[in-house]
Nanobody, 125 residues
Framework: QVQVVESGGGLVQAGGSLRLSCTASGLTFDDYVMGWFRQAPGKEREGVSW????????NYADSVRGRFTISRDNAKNTVYLQMNSLRPEDTAMYFC??????????????????WGQGTQVTCSS
């Protein structure tokens, strides 16, 4: 049984930092692209960042590029999202997801197979 579990969310003031972690079990972790998504109330889920199975390739949404950094440790079955210079508009539930479908659009939630339950990030002004 595959499990994906996020942690590290919380409340932070604008300009602050948080590091999210996501640990996956029940799958061969280094076969999977890992993505981070977020969803604010009343809005669609949007892709934030993804990292290739090897960790050599990463990509970011324009809204977070230069502020967020994705990384992974395949020995620990864990992917991270370091979020710096947080803004109130970053407030959302953040989700981690896994896929082996490298032909799909990796910022599209439908490309991903396994999902975590999410961790809340709230940034106050």
């Amino acid at each position: 049984q595959v499990q994906v579990v996020e942690s590290g969310g919380g409340l932070v003031q604008a300009g602050g930092s948080l590091r999210l972690s996501c640990t996956a079990s029940g799958l061969t972790f280094d076969d999977y692209v890992m993505g981070w998504f977020r969803q604010a109330p009343g809005k669609e889920r949007e892709g934030v960042s993804w990292i290739s199975a090897s960790g050599r390739t990463v990509n970011y949404a324009d809204s977070v590029r230069g502020r967020f950094t994705i990384s992974r440790d395949n020995a620990k079955n864990t992917v991270y999202l370091q979020m710096n210079s947080l803004r109130p508009e970053d407030t959302a539930m953040y989700f981690c997801a896994a896929t082996r479908n490298t032909l799909g659009f990796l910022f599209d939630p439908s490309t991903y197979t396994y999902w975590g339950q999410g961790t809340q990030v709230t940034c106050s002004s």
